[in-house]
């Protein structure tokens, strides 16, 4: 079964760290580029982080620039947003999503196949 699989979610505090993997079932993730999105409640949809099939090309939104970073382990199926210096404006429900032999851009229209989400809450 073709699914995506999201963890790591959880409460904490401004200025911690929190790390996002984003696993694969039923197909290998090696031909796909990764995106990282986040929705925060009456808020769109946002591209946060994005990594292409190969991994030699990312992107990331301007508000997490220098915060977060993506990356990916094909050999354990499984691709990694690193978190730090999280702030409440961070709190969203975070989804990851898979492009078949993407570039890496973080256009969620790109993007096929999605998990269900993972809940990353911000707060003191």
């Known amino acids: 079964q073709f699914q995506l699989v999201e963890s790591g979610g959880g409460l904490v505090q401004p200025g911690g760290s929190l790390r996002l993997s984003c696993a694969a079932s039923g197909f290998t993730l090696d031909y796909y580029a990764i995106g990282w999105f986040r929705q925060a409640p009456g808020k769109e949809r946002e591209g946060v982080s994005c990594i292409s099939s190969s991994g030699s090309s990312t992107n990331y939104g301007d508000s997490v620039k220098g915060r977060f970073t993506i990356s990916r382990d094909n050999a354990k199926n499984t691709v990694y947003l690193q978190m730090n210096s999280l702030k409440p404006e961070d709190t969203a429900v975070y989804y990851c999503?898979?492009?078949?032999?993407?570039?890496?851009?973080?256009?969620?229209?790109?993007?096929?196949?999605w998990g269900q989400g993972t809940q990353v809450t911000v707060s003191s």
């Open positions: 999503a898979a492009d078949y032999k993407g570039d890496g851009g973080c256009w969620s229209y790109e993007y096929d196949y």
